[in-house]
């Protein structure tokens, strides 16, 4: 049998010598295992080869394995292995699942938009493989559906809650964690394993997906399962092992399409070229990887574009009902170039290169800036430190070294996510980093360990490698300190007690040649736990904030953060044009969520814009929102900021009105409808309102609804899947969301609309106050047109604190006008 550098076979004992004529045949002895200390670094212990079998036809007794038995090896781990390490791994796994289900029932539904869907694919096996947002089947979520699967089956089994939602998601991340272990141990040691998922558990913004019910808990773990079927083909250039990690990239495309592929450039050219086979044989097995990949992610595409379109849900997020144009438009490229017809923002390049786009300026600092940087940056320097050095320390190895290829590969999908989220000029959320956050803690795992192993060596490399040991606590130490500071006045002392703490655990692995193991131990376990001290603090916040809406940040509010979901607002006057005049704002009204930040203003050439500002009431909803109007852009153009959320009292009601005025050259605009976007006074400023974060709904409403809902296929519509799914969720009957989630997916049409009302499939309107449709500032798309139609030809109810139409009745006197009574809104 072949040995290849650094893999997992040996070539086992020689064949037995033949004894002399004179002397008998000594009986045959079975091969002992190595012991651990003769394995080199990076080299899995080899299997014990079986004993033969009887001569006499018999099977021979299976001897006990090295390690007791199969459950004794479970709870010990492998024989090789130190005796703490697998109960090390255990209370890491145990840790980690108490971090994510603590108080996981205070996020409620968390994203309506998701938890809706969820709903629905418990009622409906219809809804279930679609992915449709209601069991009616109108249209789907704007993703694929396999996120939606595991919490759909959650709640078929328990029945519709918080934590049925929710805890799927929690073990979803549990789960990465072991397997993050599992991959790092393999090829480096149990320490090394253990720093990975640890680093992984506490990042916050992993912490705040996996508690949290979008697709990017899924596509985590099949991500992080991916590159460790990947290792592992490296290892002894088994093929199945390349099989399994094709259908994990193709489950991922079902997860969150084009994301999941991110990685497979680096992953690829690595197994090409360092995979302990012949090249042709390599080629072959990434053909046939590719090939499990298509089929895997490739049946549920092909099942839903051969499906007559009149008989399955309209495919939100595409303009024309075609999930290819969802994957290579608003979901592909758009993200990419910022071209994403239907988006939130609407239509239209983002910014360039360095520039500042709606989704928020670009460039190789992105990720370190005040609203990225808290959630994933904490061991970002580190990892780029560690990876550097890990490459240089096995760039000599063998062309199939196992552990240069792990820092190949581990690195390569580092470096391939951050370029990719560094400079894409479409929609970027905060949350979208928890991708990196696996390869940054198997890099930092892996260099830790490797560094130490060589400083033990002594000599002029252990030197050197105790000198990156402390650059990197010394750097990491003063990240923290930096990221703690956007939060001045959340314990402020923190950040001092990580750079002090950080910069003496530097000075102590330069000086641990003179002082001994004891004192080498206690310097690195003071920087590990100064390097990790701020991602835990900002983790333990995350996890005793609740967490609701469509864009959830983790840890504290930071200073010159970006603008997230506020209250929502009734949309402004017309911005101030060139020579124009002043833009006219009107009152608000809406749901006051979080604190908000101040829209900031810009100015029209010869033109005025009003400053649209407002502060989110934290515990009463909905409250009064601003009206203030759109600032003036430079050049007459529109600055993009809109009306702030309002202030919302305890008791929930309120009608605080305020707008502000003036001529700011250097004002950045907003970024959202609801006030201050991209405002520089805090991260949770206005957003937009409904459309993001749904309503609640009052008792009285969810009567009514229910009332003979059974008689209807839709117990009512509504504009935006947010707005219909908090209806869904409170009455669990189908609630048609008009438009998708922006409201400007084109579906249903009017004619459409006008077919369901007549047939008696419809039964309520819920109005969103403003006859505007089709995305934020629209007015022209279906939505608008069939909220006109509505309002000019049914009877409005109003009940509690909703409007709503009941389009069972006529009525000849209502007008577009009434629609200004309504006692909630929606930007449409």
């Keep these: 049998m072949t040995t290849y550098d650094h893999g997992t076979r040996d070539a086992g004992p020689p064949p037995p010598q033949r004894p002399a004529a004179s002397q008998p045949p000594a009986p045959p002895q079975p091969p002992q295992p190595l012991a651990a200390s003769a394995i080199p670094a990076g080299q899995v212990a080899p299997a014990t080869p079986a004993t033969p079998a009887a001569t006499d036809g018999r099977q021979a007794a299976r001897p006990q394995a090295t390690g007791g038995s199969r459950l004794t090896r479970v709870w010990r781990g492998r ?9 090390a791994l255990w209370a890491l796994l145990a840790a980690t699942t108490v971090l994510y289900l603590w108080s996981l029932g205070a996020s409620g539904y968390a994203n309506q938009f998701y938890s809706a869907a969820v709903q629905a694919g418990s009622e409906s096996w219809k809804a279930f493989f679609f992915g449709s947002s209601d069991a009616a089947n109108s249209i789907t979520v704007d993703k694929p559906p396999a996120a939606l699967w595991p919490m759909a089956l959650s709640v078929r089994l328990f029945g ?3 934590w049925a939602v929710l805890v799927p998601e929690a073990l979803m991340g549990v789960a990465t964690v072991g397997v993050l272990y599992a991959a790092v141990r393999r090829r480096f040691s149990a320490v090394a394993g253990l720093i990975a998922g640890a680093a992984l558990a506490v990042t916050p913004v992993a912490a705040l997906m996996f508690r949290f019910n979008n697709p990017d808990a899924l596509l985590c773990l099949l991500m992080v399962s991916a ?9 002894d250039a088994r093929t199945k092992w390349l ?8 489950l991922g495309f079902l997860t969150k399409t084009l994301q999941a592929w991110l990685i497979l450039p680096p992953l690829a050219v690595v197994y090409a070229v360092c995979a ?5 044989r390599r080629i072959g097995q990434l053909l046939l990887a590719g090939l499990a990949m298509v089929v895997s992610g490739g049946w549920w595409v092909a099942i839903v574009e051969l499906w007559p379109a009149s008989s399955r849900p309209y495919i939100g997020g595409s303009q024309h009902n075609s999930f290819l144009e969802l994957t290579f438009g608003y979901n592909g490229l758009g993200r990419i170039n910022g071209n994403e017809t239907g988006s939130v923002g609407g239509g239209g390049p983002g910014g360039g290169g360095g520039g500042g786009g709606r989704w928020g300026e670009t460039g190789i600092d992105r990720l370190f800036g005040s609203d990225m940087g808290g959630q994933i940056a904490w061991l970002l320097p580190a990892a780029f430190i560690l990876l550097a050095a890990g490459i240089w320390l096995t760039w000599r190895a063998g062309r199939t070294d196992t552990r240069r290829a792990a820092f190949l590969v581990w690195g390569g999908a580092l470096l391939m996510t951050f370029a990719t989220f560094s400079f894409m000029s479409g929609i970027f959320h905060q949350y979208y980093n928890i991708a990196l956050a696996p390869y940054i803690a198997a890099v930092v795992g892996m260099g830790a360990a490797l560094l130490w192993e060589r400083r033990n060596e002594g000599g002029r490399a252990g030197s050197a490698a105790s000198a990156v040991l402390a650059v990197t606590v010394a750097v990491t130490a003063y990240m923290s300190y930096v990221l703690l500071g956007r939060s001045a006045d959340w314990h402020p002392w923190l950040r001092w007690a990580v750079l002090i703490g950080g910069l003496v655990a530097a000075a102590g692995l330069l000086l641990t040649a003179r002082l001994g193991r004891k004192a080498a131990l206690a310097a690195a376990g003071l ?23 469509s864009i959830v940040t983790a840890g504290p509010s930071v200073a010159g953060g970006m603008g997230g979901p506020g209250g929502g607002g009734r949309m402004g006057g017309p911005p101030g044009m060139q020579n124009g005049r002043q833009g006219a704002g009107r009152q608000g009204q809406g749901q006051g969520n979080q604190q908000g930040g101040q829209g900031q203003q810009g100015q029209g050439q010869q033109g005025q814009g009003q400053q649209g500002q407002g502060q989110g009431g934290r ?3 909905p409250g009064g929102g601003t009206g203030g109007g759109q600032p003036g852009g430079q050049n007459g153009f529109p600055g993009g900021g809109f009306p702030g959320g309002g202030q919302s009292p305890q008791n929930g009601k309120g009608n605080a009105q305020g707008q502000g005025q003036g001529q700011g050259q250097n004002g950045r605009p907003g970024m959202l409808p609801g006030g201050g976007g991209m405002g520089e006074g805090g991260r949770r400023g206005g957003g937009m309102g409904g459309l993001l974060d749904g309503q609640q709904v009052d008792a009285k409403t969810e009567a009514k609804l229910e009332k003979n809902a059974d008689d209807y296929t839709w117990a009512a519509a509504a504009i935006g899947s947010q707005n219909a799914a908090s209806y869904q969720l409170a009455t669990q009957k189908p609630v048609m969301a008009i438009g998708g989630f922006n409201g400007s997916d084109p579906s249903p049409t009017l004619a459409q609309f006008k077919e369901y009302v007549k047939q008696g499939k419809i039964h309520y309107f819920i109005s969103s106050g403003t006859g505007m449709g089709g995305g934020p500032g629209g007015g022209q798309g279906t939505s608008s047109q069939i909220t006109s139609w509505i309002e000019a030809t049914y009877k409005k109810v109003t009940v509690g604190s909703t409007t709503l139409y009941d389009l069972t009745q006529t009525s000849s006197t209502s007008s577009k006008s009434s629609a200004s009574s309504a006692s909630w809104t929606l930007f449409d």
């Excluded at 920087?527 to 809406?549: E, F, H, Q, S």
């Design 527 to 549: 920087g590990l736990a100064a390097g990790l001290a701020g991602p835990v603090a900002y983790t333990l916040n995350t996890v005793d904030t609740p967490k609701r809406g």
């Design 243 to 250: 099989l399994l990690a094709g259908v994990c990239f193709g």
């Design 619 to 621: 515990q009463g909803m």
């Design 79 to 87: 024989p090789e292995d130190p005796r703490w390490a697998r109960p």
């Design 227 to 235: 590159v460790y079927c990947v290792l592992r083909a490296l290892e």
């Design 160 to 162: 519709l809650s918080s």
């Design 276 to 280: 302990p086979a012949k090249f042709g």
